[in-house]
């Protein structure tokens, strides 16, 4: 690695820092500002109650007093603070617990869909106008329209409910067959896409048409030089694609009762549970801008003629 590459990737982590640490603040500041309180909701809790309670999590002092604590004990302890709402829990475990299934769930969503995205991509590009071609960019436009929650509540109702072939409840493994498909379905479908127009374009280059003049074989052709070469705009969206999903889908973990990060975070919204909305929305952009770096290194390795500047 020469001296230019590692001078960007440590500007990189930089400004990867500078975004988390302006999420941070940002989303601090705002859910203060919200109307209410996380401790609003409890039954016939008197005045007195209430300062108890903000007392014991600190929510007493001033804003900015506040937030300066809090950040010392990210950077110092990696400590997010107990949850508000989940009484004797601390914010870590609720994301490690959450993490658990999100990543299974979305890790397995995610390379699924590029790895079929890929291949009906490539398949569309090679058969360009053929009727296969067409089908694919049917069934992928259809995919690309439809919102996440229509496709969840679709499946749900037709396999859960009508043929029962799979459990509504996420908490199974048998469960979990729904969630994945309908996580998977719309990334399949925009990779495709992206294969496929960004393999036509590569397929019209010189150096295609100077391979096929040499007599180079069909399958060299198709994966050593158009596929890899059209790969770059797939990694452009599978970094933050992937971090997103791992990171729970909030409306498909909601839809099928996944106990991941997506319903722990929907619920600490609901709940005005300061403490883990800060710990989601840090896990959640810190997983983006490093998936991000690595889309941008990766280039690189896909295309030895990026530069890094």
């Known amino acids: 690695m020469n001296t230019k590459t590692m001078f960007y990737i440590l500007k990189r982590i930089l400004l990867a820092l500078l975004t988390v640490w302006v999420v941070i603040t940002i989303t601090f500041f705002v859910t203060r500002l919200v109307p209410g309180g996380p401790f609003l909701g409890e039954k016939a809790i008197s005045p007195a109650a209430m300062k ?3 007392a014991k999590y ?4 001033p804003v900015f007093e506040q937030y300066t604590t809090y950040l010392k004990d990210i950077v110092t302890e990696f400590d997010f603070g107990p949850s508000l709402k989940q009484r004797g829990r601390d914010v870590i475990d609720v994301i490690k617990d959450g993490m658990a299934i999100s990543a299974e769930l979305g890790l397995t969503a995610a390379f699924a869909a590029l790895a079929v995205g890929i291949v009906f991509g490539a398949i569309a590009a090679l058969n360009r106008n053929k009727f296969v071609d067409r089908v694919i960019m049917v069934i992928t436009t259809a995919f690309v329209s439809m919102p996440s929650f229509i496709m969840g509540s679709l499946l749900l109702l037709v396999f859960a409910v009508k043929l029962q072939f ?3 409840n996420g908490s199974t493994a048998d469960g979990l067959v729904l969630p994945i498909i309908t996580l998977a379905l719309y990334p399949m479908a925009y ?9 036509l374009e590569v397929l019209g280059q010189d150096y295609i048409r100077t391979a096929k003049a040499k007599g ?5 052709i198709i994966f050593g030089h158009a596929l890899k070469n059209s790969l770059i705009p797939v990694i452009t969206y599978f970094g933050p694609m992937l971090a997103y999903i791992v990171t729970g889908s909030l409306v498909v973990e909601k839809i099928f009762a996944v106990p991941g990060i997506g319903r722990a975070f929907v619920n600490s919204i609901t709940g005005r549970d300061y403490p883990l ?6 896990v959640l952009a810190t997983l983006i801008v490093v998936m991000n770096l690595v889309s941008d290194i990766l280039y690189k390795v896909v295309d030895p003629r990026i530069k890094f500047e």
Do not use: C, N, Y
């Open 166 to 168: 799979f459990p509504a």
């Open 58 to 61: 600190g929510l007493d002092k």
């Open 191 to 199: 990779i495709t896409r992206l294969t496929r127009s960004s393999m």
């Open 52 to 54: 108890a309670l903000e």
């Open 216 to 220: 180079v074989s069909k399958a060299k």
């Open 277 to 282: 909305i800060m710990g989601t929305t840090i």
